[in-house]
């Protein structure tokens, strides 16, 4: 098993936003992770990555425990992308690109960003840069030299992709990367998620497409209210009551078809 979470929970003050959550995710698999708006896919994301304390379970990403804050996670071979892309709008696509390559080799990401930003860090190397050239023809991003923040809402999510891809990561989590995307940026992330299956590696994905997500993927978890509702198979999750009744409230959990 590549990651494998048990027991986790987390608490916003009163609010309970996960509770004895499990997730697993095996070598070479896509596990797609839906659910409502405020079931808690965020925040099970935020407890992988380290963006979030979890205030009880356990996390093992390849055997290893997995804890301590996300620069370290990142070095054990974790990379995710954000809700609200988190790029550096100051950087071109091609330095942004550059730092998922470094944030696996380094922890001080914010300090590699200023460094690169003021030209008093030079951290790159020619492999980096020829890393980042065959990434950015793979998902189809051009002209390197923009800065970040000029980008579209697509094109800032395709960037970000490419980022953590370029951490080489054994577990990539990704926070609806969708969301606002196009056509040409919906078929490169798609392209990129079936490579990092290729590879053996895995992937978490989130998003609210539901029928696009059951298509890219091999297990389907919905959460419901901070729970698990459903572990299995896409179409059997798809065809589920417990989908149903998440989306639509118990009166749809007896109805067999709300298409
Ligand atoms: N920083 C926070 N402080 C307080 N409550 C929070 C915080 N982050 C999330 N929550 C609450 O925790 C619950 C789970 O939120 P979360 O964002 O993880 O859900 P989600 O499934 O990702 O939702 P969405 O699809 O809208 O992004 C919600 O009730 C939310 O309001």
């Given at each position: ?11 916003y ?8 959550v ?8 896509v ?5 409502p708006?405020?079931?808690g896919?965020?925040?099970l994301?935020?407890?992988i ?13 390849d ?7 996300a ?24 330095d ?13 990401w914010?300090?590699l960003?200023?460094?690169i ?14 890393a980042v ?20 809402l697509?094109e800032?999510?395709l ?12 577990v ?9 995307a ?6 490169g992330?798609?392209d ?6 290729q ?11 539901i029928?696009?997500v059951s298509?890219?993927?091999d297990?389907m ?19 589920s ?10 009166w749809?959990e007896g ?5």
């Amino acid at each position: 098993m590549l990651l494998d979470g048990s027991g986790l929970g987390k608490d916003y003050g009163g609010v309970r936003a996960l509770s004895e959550v499990s997730i697993r995710v095996d070598r070479g698999e896509v596990l797609g992770l839906v659910g409502p708006n405020g079931a808690g896919k965020t925040t099970l994301v935020d407890l992988i990555s380290g963006a979030q304390r979890a205030d009880a379970g356990t996390l093992l990403l390849d055997g290893t425990p997995l804890r301590g804050p996300a620069s370290s996670r990142a070095r054990a071979g974790l990379a995710r992308t954000f809700q609200h892309p988190q790029l550096a709008p100051d950087l071109s696509v091609r330095d942004n690109l550059v730092l998922g390559r470094l944030a696996a080799r380094h922890g001080r990401w914010w300090d590699l960003v200023r460094g690169i930003a003021t030209g008093v860090l030079h951290p790159r190397s020619a492999s980096d840069d020829a890393a980042v050239e065959r990434l950015a023809a793979e998902l189809g991003i051009g002209r390197l030299d923009r800065a970040a923040g000029d980008l579209t809402l697509g094109e800032q999510r395709l960037v970000e992709v490419g980022r953590a891809l370029g951490q080489e990561p054994l577990v990539l989590l990704l926070d609806e990367p969708f969301a606002g995307a196009d056509a040409h940026g919906i078929s490169g992330i798609s392209d990129a998620i079936r490579a990092v299956r290729q590879r053996g590696h895995g992937v978490v994905l989130v998003d609210h497409n539901i029928d696009l997500v059951s298509a890219l993927v091999d297990r389907m978890m919905l959460l419901e209210l901070g729970a698990v509702a459903f572990d299995g198979d896409p179409a059997d999750c798809l065809a589920s009551p417990q989908l149903r009744r998440a989306y639509f409230g118990e009166w749809a959990e007896g109805l067999s078809d709300v298409s």
